[in-house]
């Protein structure tokens, strides 16, 4: 299961995609679509 509020969280502790990707256990790409529906969403 993904764990979409620890991806948009880690961002705002310096955490890299990268990063994100390893801590929450899924693909970067997986950790790029989040951020990136988020931000059009304006949710942070």
């Known amino acids: 299961m993904t764990k979409y509020r620890e991806i948009l969280r880690l961002p705002s502790l310096g955490f890299s995609q990268q990063n994100i990707a ?4 899924v693909s ?3 950790v ?3 951020l990136k529906k988020a931000k ?5």
Request: aromatic share 6%; with cysteine.
């Open 40 to 44: 059009e969403k304006n949710i942070s």
């Open 28 to 30: 970067k790409k997986t």
């Open 32 to 34: 790029n679509i989040v």
């Open 22 to 25: 390893y801590s929450c256990s």
